[in-house]
């Protein structure tokens, strides 16, 4: 039951990024962020719309984690060295 109204344009989201709209375009056209086509004819300029429940999901696979913290490392002894204290 989501509405036209509800969808974002490509344009919006690189405003609210503040990144190129090219840039959301070629998410779009490489599969990574879904979006479907509203232009009248499939021959002519394509005009996508991006549901928000998609761009949800596409920044969710897309968050920075950060990594682990890497455990301790461990000396190795060497049997002829002698330690004193």
Not at 19 to 32: L, M, T, Y
Not at 60 to 84: F, G, L, N, S
Request: charged letters at 30%.
């Amino acid at each position: 039951m989501s509405s036209c109204k509800m969808k974002l344009r490509p344009a919006d989201i690189a405003e609210r990024w503040g990144i190129s709209i090219a840039k959301v375009i070629s998410w779009i056209r490489s599969g990574e962020l879904r979006a479907i086509n509203a232009a009248t004819t499939q021959v002519g300029r394509p005009r996508f719309l991006i549901d928000p429940a998609d761009l949800e999901a596409f920044e969710q696979r897309r968050a920075v984690v950060p990594p682990p913290e890497p455990a301790p490392r461990r000396r190795k002894k060497d049997p002829e060295i002698v330690e004193y204290f």
